[in-house]
C-alpha cells in the first residue's frame, strides 16, 4: 500500500488505496481540492521520469491539459492546426465506390458545427456516411456511421431544395426508350433490326395534389398559402435544372421536367386546392456521382487550399 511504503506521508484517507498502474478499466479521472499547472495522462509505462511537462501529444497520449484557462485536455486543436475542409462521402452497404456529398471548409473550430441534410438517398437502403479531415487535396483517417434510409410518399429534389406530395399522388406509364431501325430487304421474309445506339433511358410523367403541410394537419385553407406554395413548386419545376423524382417503393430518377406542367383546380372548394402534373424525362444514373456532377445535383468538389 502507498502509505505503508512511504509515498504518502500524511497518512490520509487514500494512504491504503491500491497503486493506481494497478487498475483496469478506469473510465474517468477527477482532479479536485488544490491548484493544478498540468495534467498529463499516458498509456505507456516506460518513459523516462522527466520534471518537463509534457506539451506535445504521441500515440500513447490519452489526456493533455494545460489548463491554460480552459479544461481542455483533447487534441482537437492539434488535429485541426491543419485542416481545411471536411469531406463528407456516402456509400450502400457492401459496395465499394464512395460519392461526395460536398466538403465543409474549416477555418475556425466554429467550422467544425454544421447541419447538412442528404436529400439524394433512396428508401429502404443502408448507407454508410464518411467524414474524412482533409489537408488541401490530401484524405486524412474515415470516421464512418451506417444510417438506415427510410421515408413515406414522393419526392421531387434536388441538392439543397425538396417538395414532398402528401396527396393524390399518381405516376403515368413509363417508357423505357431505345432506338432501333428496321430494314426490309426485298428477298427476306423478315426485317433486319439494327439498334446501335446505346439509349436506354426511362420517359413518365408524375401528378399530384399540391397542398402545404398545414392545411393537411388543421384542414384550414389559407388560399393564399396554397397559392404561393403552389407557385414556389411550379417554379422549382420550370427552372430547367436536374431534379431526382423518388419515393417509398424504391424508384428513383435523376431526371428533367419536359413540356409543360399543367394544374388542374379542384371545384369542390372553389379552386383552392389543385394538383399539378407533369412530363419528365431520365438524364442520368441517381448512383453515379459523375452524373450527379454533371447535371449539377453535386457541386464540383474545389478542395481548400490554405496557404
Not at 433512396?122 to 448507407?127: D, I, S
Not at 433486319?192 to 445506339?197: C, G, H, M, R, S
Not at 436536374?242 to 424508384?251: R, Y
Request: proline share 4%.
Amino acid at each position: 500500500m502507498i502509505g505503508f511504503c512511504s509515498y504518502n506521508f500524511c497518512k490520509d484517507i487514500n494512504c491504503i488505496d491500491p497503486v493506481p498502474t494497478d487498475l483496469n478499466g478506469i473510465t474517468y479521472t477527477m482532479v479536485q481540492n488544490g491548484i493544478f499547472d498540468h495534467l498529463n495522462i499516458d498509456q505507456s509505462t516506460d518513459k523516462e521520469y522527466t520534471p518537463e511537462k509534457p506539451l506535445m501529444w504521441d500515440y500513447s497520449t490519452i489526456l493533455n491539459a494545460n489548463f491554460d484557462c480552459n479544461i481542455k485536455g483533447g487534441n482537437i486543436d492539434d488535429i485541426f492546426a491543419n485542416v481545411t475542409s471536411l469531406r463528407v462521402k456516402r456509400r450502400k452497404v457492401g459496395e465499394f465506390e464512395w460519392i461526395t456529398l460536398f466538403d465543409a471548409p474549416i477555418s475556425t473550430f466554429e467550422d467544425l458545427k454544421f447541419d447538412e441534410a442528404d436529400m439524394l438517398n433512396q428508401h429502404g437502403v443502408e448507407y454508410q456516411y464518411a467524414i474524412i479531415p482533409m489537408t488541401n487535396s490530401i484524405e486524412g483517417d474515415y470516421a464512418i456511421n451506417t444510417v438506415e434510409s427510410w421515408f413515406d410518399g414522393v419526392f421531387i429534389c434536388d441538392h439543397d431544395t425538396i417538395f414532398k406530395f402528401y396527396a393524390g399522388v399518381s405516376y403515368g406509364e413509363t417508357e423505357v426508350v431505345q432506338r432501333t431501325g428496321i430494314f426490309e430487304p426485298l428477298a427476306t421474309k423478315y426485317p433486319i433490326v439494327v439498334a446501335n445506339a446505346l439509349t436506354g433511358y426511362s420517359k413518365g410523367s408524375m401528378q399530384g395534389t399540391v397542398t402545404s403541410k398545414q392545411y393537411l394537419e388543421d384542414r384550414i385553407l389559407d388560399r393564399f398559402e396554397e397559392q404561393e406554395f403552389r407557385k414556389d413548386i411550379l417554379d422549382f419545376m420550370l427552372n430547367k435544372r436536374a431534379k431526382l423524382l423518388k419515393d417509398w417503393n424504391g424508384n428513383v430518377w435523376l431526371m428533367i421536367i419536359i413540356d409543360s406542367p399543367t394544374v388542374s383546380y379542384t371545384s369542390e372548394i372553389g379552386m383552392g386546392i389543385a394538383s399539378v402534373n407533369a412530363n419528365w424525362a431520365e438524364i442520368g444514373d441517381f448512383d453515379s456521382e459523375a452524373d450527379l456532377v454533371s447535371t449539377g445535383i453535386l457541386p464540383p468538389v474545389t478542395p481548400k487550399v490554405r496557404v
